[in-house]
């Protein structure tokens, strides 16, 4: 019988996963073959075992659910993919018709679907499927490919991209697809694989069980985790989600916990595809028509359509990745690469309590509130260190739980100040922030910061984000001294803040007097 292939990816779930439903409804296959393939050795070298446990227990979770509902389990596998679609497609004992699997804008994606189509092209038999929003609200590509098609850059323009493609309802709300449900139908597994793909067959819960114990990670991977912090956080709190303001909620996470988000925290799942967008804008929607609601681009359908917006510009902008031939980025001069300043800001050794409690919270756990990804980014750029805003994004990548390539470019981008809907490059975030800072600190007992910096849990609150500035007998009786027991400032932030506005401010005065 004829196979079908479920290359799973980005979309690690069975509620609203077009993939899976477009390849039980599919006529040209009679059974099925459901795939996830990691590279171990690349997975290793570009993420931290928070973003790889994560990812495991998302799989474990989904050939759990894969398997009480379809009675199969998920295939995973080690290797490249190119690697092994060629031993599929070469095996006389696969029978392959068709491969489904999600749209993805990422540039590893796409190499290896290029890899996959130019195998394909000597099986003519064999199709490929590049399923589209299945981790976006709209198709990404068709938007793009629009005659007149301009690159959304404000609340504004998605506001008008929207309501062309979903017209409001009587009540005023966009016409969103609804969540598809998982199939009932289904089809057999094709069992004869394993002769096949013996040699690629990776164990998940051994690799699991092979991470280090200690880990803060606070978010547990998979669809039933997503789907429990979905009702949590979002379904069951009707009024908190209708005043939902992002730029409002505390950037030092709950007071009674300093590992629990202020926000909904659902931002892994919906990176890692455990969560659809759509489930989660129809979530919110159904909060909304209860009573009157917060408008983007505060509100948290606003944020989905921020997030949306990132994707658009991540597909329609060359270079998006980069400061060269980028549309969206001016091409600042920033400074050379400094390890020893990078080195500090990444260990959260900068002298500055909220950056390194920041900076250790995304060490230890893989998760950061978006304010604090607003400080730390504008202090390693265009605040503090002058550094290049790709330096940040690469650690970023790296260790965000949550990182998405389209957004973290697009975030980095915006937070520099280098790109059209960045906000002016002289507003810069304070990096010893009160309780009046925007960047909103719970600052009267300052537990985020004694949780995070251990060694000034005993500092009255007036100094522990300028501990520099408390006189010895505070730092003695709080038995930790400044620039010996925890560092002093690595940078006197106001001068430099001064000197980097002036460097931005020239270098942009020079990019536009070659382009004119």
């Known amino acids: 019988m004829n196979v079908g292939i479920i290359w799973f990816r980005n979309a690690l779930r069975l509620n609203d996963n077009r993939v899976l439903v477009e390849c039980l409804n599919s006529t040209n296959s009679q059974t099925i073959l459901p795939l996830y393939i990691l590279d171990k050795s690349d997975l290793e070298q570009n993420n931290n075992e928070n973003k790889i446990k ?3 227990e998302s799989l474990i979770d989904l050939d759990a659910n894969f398997k009480a509902k379809f009675g199969s389990n998920l295939i995973v596998l080690n290797g490249k993919s190119k690697d092994i679609f060629r031993k599929l497609l070469d095996s006389d004992l696969l029978d392959l018709s068709e491969i489904f699997t999600d749209y993805s804008n990422k540039p590893d994606d796409i190499e290896n679907e290029n890899n996959l189509k130019s195998i394909l092209a000597e099986n003519a038999s064999v199709k ?18 629009q005659e007149n098609f301009k690159p959304p850059k404000t609340m504004k323009d998605m506001e008008k991209l929207f309501s062309n493609l979903y017209p409001k309802d009587e009540d005023g709300f966009y016409s969103i697809d609804k969540p598809l449900e998982i199939p009932e139908n289904s089809k057999p597994i094709y069992e004869n694989s394993s002769e096949i793909i ?32 979905l009702e949590r956080k979002v379904s069951s709190e009707e009024e908190y989600i209708r005043n939902f303001r992002k730029p409002r909620t505390v950037s030092t996470n709950k007071p009674e916990n300093p590992l629990e988000p202020e926000t909904t925290g659902l931002s892994p799942y919906l990176s890692f595809g455990c969560l659809s967008p759509r489930l989660l804008w129809k979530e919110t929607e159904k909060c909304y028509r209860s009573g009157d609601h917060t408008q983007p681009p505060e509100s948290m359908h606003g944020q989905l ?14 270079n998006w990745d980069s400061d060269t031939n980028n549309s969206m980025c001016k091409k600042i001069e920033w400074g050379d690469f400094d390890k020893s300043k990078m080195e500090l800001w990444e260990r959260g050794q900068t002298g500055f309590p909220y950056i390194d409690a920041m900076m250790r919270q995304l060490d230890a756990t893989g998760w950061m509130h978006h304010l604090g990804r607003h400080a730390v980014s504008c202090f390693l750029t265009r605040g503090q260190l002058w550094q290049h805003w790709e330096q940040g994004r690469d650690v970023f990548d790296k260790k965000l739980v949550d990182a998405d390539w389209a957004l973290n470019n697009g975030n980095w981008l915006w937070l520099s100040g280098v790109a059209p809907f960045s906000m002016p490059y002289f507003r810069l975030y304070n990096p010893c922030p009160d309780g009046k800072s925007s960047l909103n600190v719970e600052a009267k007992n300052a537990e985020f910061v004694r949780y995070w910096v251990p060694e000034l849990k005993d500092y009255p609150s007036k100094y522990i984000f300028e501990p520099h500035l408390a006189p010895t007998p505070i730092q003695e009786n709080a038995r930790c001294i400044i620039g010996k027991d925890y560092p002093e400032p690595m940078v006197d932030r106001k001068v430099v803040a001064k000197e980097n506005l002036a460097k931005f401010k020239a270098s942009a005065a020079k990019l536009r007097a070659i382009v004119s």
């Open 128 to 145: 490929l499927h590049l399923i589209s929003k299945v981790n976006s609200l709209t198709n990404v590509q068709e938007v793009v490919s």
């Open 198 to 229: 013996k040699d690629y067959l990776f164990d998940v819960k051994k690799g699991l069980s092979l991470l280090e114990k200690d880990s803060k990670s606070y978010f547990k991977g998979g669809e039933s985790e997503a789907l429990v912090r």
């Open 305 to 318: 359509m921020f997030r949306e917006m990132f994707y658009i510009l991540s597909r329609a902008v060359e």
């Open 54 to 56: 994560f990812l495991y």
